[in-house]
């Protein structure tokens, strides 16, 4: 099967190495078409991505109260429970989000 392989479908292809190559060149050639304006559109989206998430309104301490009002599974013997809360060293706390 190999053989046949090779000899059929693989046969006048270019190597892996070849194929890389040249699709390193065509990504080189379509960033260098693109110019700074792939950087600066790329500032755009960042900004405002940071915008959109700046508008997030969570009401943190209604979050932590319904977070405690759910009952959580009981954890299997023999296997511990990780446990976290804002009293940790570096717990973030409020705003940590």
Excluded: H
Excluded at 6 to 18: D, F, R
């Amino acid at each position: 099967k190999k053989d046949y392989i090779a000899q059929t479908m693989l046969q006048g292809q270019p190597s892996l190495g070849e194929r890389i190559n040249e699709m390193k060149k065509r990504e080189a050639a379509r960033r260098a078409g693109r110019g700074g304006d792939a950087e600066a559109q790329e500032k755009l989206n960042q900004m405002e991505y940071v915008r959109g998430v700046s508008a997030w309104d969570f009401d943190v301490a209604q979050l932590k109260a319904e977070a405690r009002k759910e009952e959580l599974p009981p954890v299997p013997e023999g296997q511990e429970m990780l446990v976290c809360s804002d009293e940790t060293e570096g717990g973030g706390g409020e705003g940590g989000l």
